[in-house]
């Protein structure tokens, strides 16, 4: 073969395996957000698609960690969407305010307006009302958690048509959550700090520590922990999970015996990096 044909498929080759550049995130209010404290990034909340090439219908918000004061938008935002992508499901990474600028509520109505967003505008993006769920890591995790147990079915007669639909998830995944704000040997301080101030209402602590909030309305959820995992221990996972189950809303949990706190995919993890798959076979199953 001719050098030059062969550079052309070389070429040809290269391109092919270049990703598909980043979409283009969108505010999620065309006006301020309710609550903004100004007008810079971090005073917009926004939400970036990922749509898949390939959807199965559904749709899943994802909402990056970071202990409430940043945002692994990468290894648990874009990375996260990639791969949801290749199992046919589109993604919707939120970029969601953070303290100790912003407290609560600002990010449930982040997530919750996340939610709306996407059902309101289904048709749009190809993917089934039914089939909108949320996941989280870390303190997304507890943002997602959050969102799965305070929700509302939207208000009929509000102008915007985005505020008229529900706010409930159909189903969430939890990914070394943050869940308990309350139990002293488990909570994940730096989230509950950037979340609720330093001396935060003792009854709103106990209201968004998310094992107590859970009902029998709570979606169907999947958590994955580690059990060396020593920035969020495992027992979030557990308590959220045991709630679900006195409840008897579905619920799978995965706690694998090695591995880091924040661990994302896992890709360099042999192990670790199955917990994946395990999300893909529950989420065929729903």
Wanted: charged fraction near 20%; charge should be neutral.
């Amino acid at each position: 073969m001719p050098k030059s044909i062969l550079l052309l498929f070389t070429a040809a080759a290269l391109f092919a395996q270049r990703p598909a550049p980043d979409p283009s995130a969108f505010p999620l209010w065309t006006g301020a957000a309710p609550g903004a404290l100004g007008t810079d990034d971090k005073d917009i909340p926004t939400l970036t698609p990922w749509l898949a090439r390939e959807p199965n219908g559904k749709a899943i918000i994802v909402c990056p960690g970071g202990g409430y004061g940043t945002l692994a938008v990468d290894h648990e935002g874009k990375q996260i969407a990639q791969w949801l992508n290749s199992q046919g499901i589109s993604a919707f990474v939120l970029r969601y305010r953070l303290g100790p600028k912003y407290r609560h509520p600002a990010m449930l109505n982040d997530a919750q307006r996340a939610l709306r967003t996407v059902r309101a505008r289904a048709a749009e993006f190809l993917v089934n009302p039914d089939k909108i769920g949320i996941m989280g890591f870390s303190a997304g995790g507890h943002l997602s958690a959050t969102a799965a147990t305070r929700f509302d079915p939207g208000n009929a007669s509000h102008a915007d048509a985005i505020e008229r639909v529900s706010s409930r998830p159909d189903f969430a995944v939890l990914a070394y959550p943050v869940i308990t704000l309350t139990d002293e040997l488990y909570v994940h301080k730096g989230s509950r700090r950037n979340l609720l101030g330093d001396a935060p209402d003792a009854a709103l602590v106990e209201s968004l520590s998310s094992e107590k909030a859970v009902t029998r309305e709570t979606p169907p959820s999947f958590l994955f922990h580690t059990d060396a995992d020593t920035g969020v221990p495992p027992e979030n996972s557990v308590l959220f999970y045991l709630a679900l189950r006195k409840h008897g809303v579905p619920a799978e949990l995965h706690i694998y015996e090695k591995g880091p706190h924040g661990v994302g995919l896992a890709w360099s993890d042999i192990a670790l990096s199955s917990w994946p798959a395990r999300l893909a076979d529950w989420l065929r199953n729903r």
